[in-house]
Structures are given as C-alpha cells and as structure tokens.
C-alpha cells in the first residue's frame, strides 16, 4: 500500500542506472522505469491526476502534461493505477475518494536529462501575501482541501503543520479553486480529498 499523504522520505532502492523520483514515495520506482526505455533514452516529468477510491483502489489516472516522452508519460499512469494506496480520510475518519496532482521524473542522468531533472510540480494558482517566511519572494504551499458532492471546497488546510499560517490565509480565498465532481463507479457524486499547490509571492521583502 503506497501511503498517498506521506511526508517520509522513500527508502533508497538499488537499481540500474537511471532515476524514478516521484513526489509520492513508492508511486513509481526506479526498478519500474522499463531497461527498454533506459537503453533508449527516452526520459520524461509526468504530472499526473490519480484519483482514489475510499478502498485505496485507483480509479483513474491522467497525463495532464509531461516534458520529454510523452509514451513513457502514459506508463507513468499505468504504473501508478497498478497500485494500492492508503485511502485518504475525511476530518470524521471515515475513509472518501482522493484527487492527487504530482510529479514523477523518469531519466537517465546526464546533460540531456537536466531539464527533466529539475522539473518540479507547477502550482494550480498564485496569490500575493504582504511578507513571507525569513522575506521569501516566494513559496510554495500544499494544500489539502475537502470537497463536497456539489463541488464546493468545505475545508482547507496545510499538508506541512509549519505552513499553517500562511495556509490559512490562502484558504480564506476558495474562490481560486475550481474543484471538479467526482462519482463513484455507479454515478453518484462523492465527497473528496484533494492536494493543490499554490505559489504565494510577497508584495514586499
């Protein structure tokens, strides 16, 4: 079971040249990223949409963009809809379907790949703040939002206790979500967890 709001680093995992670095530990493996595609070259950043069900099972999972191979993107989503994750939770503890934009980097090491190495996750939305941490221009914050059957986001929260503050603070404005309905297998639209970065930029240092 691959935990999906796990902050622990992935344990190291020795494996033929060539890096799986997923922002999800466990989502995609280095001994997954096929010996074909390594000899080959091929290299991508796959952001990924996976939608989980409350049992942990995948539902569906879809490329929303990709640097590098856009084939070896796909395989991304085949890899991790193959998987059991553990279900997300709502404040209650019962367990509620789970949407999770991340990124997984599959490459090679080398001077071809750095710009696929250096490939991060693109925040959903940007919002200015007076002041920011230590007069940051700027920083990056994981959001964990509920969601109702409607579409409406009923809470929002930090995925790092340490954001909380400025979590808070972007939470006040849910108008810069634009959450989507999600429905189980038989149609019916069902509350929902969900992580979205935003950048927050400083209106002053």
Not at 76 to 89: D, F, Q, T
Not at 97 to 116: E, H, W
Not at 131 to 154: H, W, Y
Not at 179 to 194: H, L
């Amino acid at each position: 079971m691959v935990p999906l709001f796990l902050l622990a680093a992935a344990a190291a995992v020795s494996a033929p040249v060539g890096v799986a670095d997923p922002d999800i530990p466990g989502m995609v493996t280095a001994l997954e990223y096929s010996p074909e595609a390594r000899a080959a070259g091929r290299s991508t950043a796959a952001t990924i949409e996976i939608r989980v069900d409350p049992t942990g099972r995948p539902q569906d999972c879809k490329v929303v963009s990709a640097l590098g191979d856009a084939h070896l993107a796909r395989d991304v989503c085949k890899i991790a809809s193959s998987k059991r994750y553990n279900p997300a939770r709502l404040r209650d503890g019962t367990p509620a379907f789970a949407v999770v934009t991340t990124l997984v980097r599959l490459y090679v090491p080398g001077p071809a790949t750095q710009d696929i190495a250096a490939a991060r996750l693109q925040p959903v939305a940007e919002v200015k703040v007076v002041q920011l941490r230590g007069n940051a221009a700027s920083e990056d914050v994981t959001l964990v939002t509920t969601v109702d059957p409607s579409g409406k986001v009923i809470e929002c929260g930090p995925k790092l206790e340490e954001q909380r503050s400025l979590a808070e603070a972007i939470c006040t404005h849910t108008d810069l979500f634009h959450p989507a309905i999600v429905k189980d297998e038989n149609g019916k639209p069902m509350p929902y967890i969900a992580e979205s970065l935003v950048r927050a930029w400083a209106t002053k240092n």
